[in-house]
C-alpha cells in the first residue's frame, strides 16, 4: 500500500515559517503541527515565537504549549507525539503539516534517534561523572569531535550528550558519522515533502534583528522574571536557550540592555547559519527563495504546486 506523505515546512528563524504554512494549511484543509524543541513550554510565548492568538484561531495547531518548562522533551518523544497528532487529524479528514526549525527532531522523524547497540557502563559512568563536575566543559568535548552535532544537543540533555560520547569513545565515531550511515526508518511509516524556506543572508539578519529588537520591546525580560520567580535558572532547561539565558545574566547585571540586544542578535544569526545547513545537508528539502514572491500567499501557492505533484508522484 501506497504510504501517504506529508508535508514538512522547515527553515531558519525568523524567515516566516509560521505565515507561510498557515498559507498553506488554508489551501490544503491542514491543521499545523510545530516542529520546535522551544515552543512546546507554556508560559514562553514571546521569547520562542509562538504563534500568536490570532494565528491559533485561523489554523489548528498541535504542541505548542503542551509541557512545563523544567520538562524535558526528547527527539525521541517528540517523534511519538507527532505521530499521534498526525493520526488524529487524518482522522479528522485534514491534511497535517510539520511546521519549525528543530533540525534533531526532523531527524528523529524520517531516520529515527541515533543509537548504538555498544554500551559500556564504565565510560557512561565516567561521563556521568564528569558531566555533574563541569557539564559546559563535556559539552565543548562534544563540539571539538563534531562541530555539528554538538551545536545541536543542548547542554542540559545529559543523556544525549554523555550517550553521544561513550558512543565516539567506543567507536571512534562521532554523531554526524552514524548519522550519514542511517537511512530512512521504515518503522516511521511515513514519506515526508519537505520545504526550505530560505532568503539573502543579509536580509535574513536584519529580520533577525528587528524581531529582537521587538520581542524585548514586547515584555520578553518580564516573561523572564516571571519564570524565574516560579522556577530557578538551574531548574529550567529552557531558560538555557538563546535570549532568555542572556536576560538572565542582564537580570544580575552581567550584561547591559545594549549588549543582551547584540548578544541575542549574534547567537540567533549563528543558530539561523546552522539551521540551514543542516537542513540543506541532511534533510533532502525543496528549497524556495521566499523573496522570489511578492506575497505570502504566493509562495503557498508555489508550495501548493509541489505538493500536489509530490502526492501524484
Known amino acids: 500500500m501506497k504510504v501517504k506523505p506529508i508535508l514538512a515546512i522547515v527553515g531558519p528563524t525568523a524567515v ?5 504554512a498557515i498559507a498553506v494549511a488554508q489551501k490544503v484543509k491542514g491543521e499545523i503541527i510545530g516542529l520546535d524543541s522551544r515552543q512546546l513550554y507554556r508560559g514562553m510565548p514571546i521569547g520562542t ?14 504542541l505548542i504549549a503542551i509541557r512545563e518548562p523544567h520538562e524535558i522533551v526528547s ?20 491534511e497535517p503539516i510539520i511546521c519549525g526549525g528543530a533540525s534533531l527532531y526532523l531527524e528523529a522523524l524520517t531516520k529515527g534517534i ?9 565510560i557512561r559512568e565516567k561521563l556521568n561523572e564528569e558531566y555533574d563536575q563541569d557539564p559546559a566543559a563535556l559539552l565543548k568535548k562534544l563540539q571539538g569531535i563534531d562541530s555539528e552535532y554538538g551545536h545541536i544537543v543542548h547542554i542540559n540533555n ?25 537511512t530512512i526508518n521504515p ?20 529580520r533577525i534583528c528587528n524581531r529582537t529588537k521587538k520581542m524585548l520591546a514586547n515584555s520578553w525580560i518580564e516573561e523572564t522574571k516571571a519564570l524565574l520567580e516560579k ?50 545537508n541532511r534533510s533532502n528539502p525543496i528549497e524556495i527563495d521566499v523573496e522570489q514572491f511578492e ?7 508555489e508550495i501548493f504546486t509541489i505538493w500536489k505533484k509530490y502526492k501524484s508522484s
Not at 527527539?75 to 485534514?94: D, H, N, P, Q
Not at 552581567?254 to 548578544?263: A, M
Not at 506575497?295 to 501557492?301: C, G, P, Q, R, T
Request: proline content about 2%.
Open 16 to 20: 516566516g515559517k509560521t505565515s507561510v
Open 49 to 62: 515565537a509562538q504563534p500568536s492568538a490570532g494565528e491559533l484561531e485561523l489554523i489548528p495547531h498541535h
Open 75 to 94: 527527539a525521541g518523544e517528540y517523534s511519538t507525539l507527532v505521530k499521534e497528532c498526525i493520526a488524529e487529524i487524518r482522522m479528522r479528514g485534514k
Open 114 to 122: 541515533f543509537e548504538d547497540s555498544t554500551a559500556d557502563l564504565k
Open 158 to 182: 545529559k543523556k544525549r550528550l554523555v550517550r553521544a560520547l561513550e558512543i565516539f569513545e567506543l567507536t571512534g565515531k562521532s554523531p554526524t558519522e552514524h548519522f550519514n550511515s542511517q
Open 187 to 206: 518503522s516511521t511509516n511515513h514519506h515526508f515533502c519537505v520545504i526550505l524556506l530560505s532568503m539573502d543572508k543579509q536580509d535574513l539578519e536584519t
Open 231 to 280: 522556577y530557578s535558572e538551574g531548574e529550567v532547561h529552557a531558560l538555557d536557550s538563546i535570549g532568555y539565558h542572556q536576560i538572565c545574566k542582564y537580570l544580575v547585571g552581567e550584561y547591559t540592555l545594549e549588549e543582551v540586544e547584540e548578544e541575542i542578535i549574534l547567537r540567533t544569526r549563528q543558530y539561523a547559519k546552522r539551521q540551514l545547513t543542516w537542513f540543506r
Open 295 to 301: 506575497s505570502v500567499h504566493n509562495i503557498a501557492d
